[in-house]
């Protein structure tokens, strides 16, 4: 069985990583044109994936399934974590972007954690 949230999208790190998403279709609509479908599309990609696994782990039937789909939200946090980096030795952001999206990632991988051990222990 799994733990029944009332609405997901009531959730603090849904919000945050809505919130994240939005930064970085920000941040990357200044990207020069050839990354348009390069790292544009797979960052914007990884910024979508957290909130809309989070989404669909809170709509599973198990436990199991929704743990299963709040370490792929993770995984994406890491992975556009890992893109900024990228975009900032390519000179596409500054140093000061690059700081204010990190803290909001890390925020977000904090909720992201405590989420994954609250259904942990249930």
Known sequence: MSAKIQNYTDLDV???SRKLAKSI????KDFPKEELYGL???MRRSAVSICSNIAEGCG???NKDTIHFLYIARG???EIETQLYISRDLNYINEE???CVLEEIEDCKKLING???Y???L
């Not at 279709?25 to 990357?28: G, K, P, R, S, V």
């Open 14 to 16: 849904w919000l945050k």
């Open 25 to 28: 279709y920000q941040i990357t």
């Open 40 to 42: 544009v599309n797979q």
């Open 60 to 62: 599973r039937q198990t």
């Open 76 to 78: 994406s946090a890491y």
């Open 97 to 99: 972007k690059l700081e």
């Open 115 to 117: 989420f994954i051990n």
């Open 119 to 121: 259904y942990k222990k």
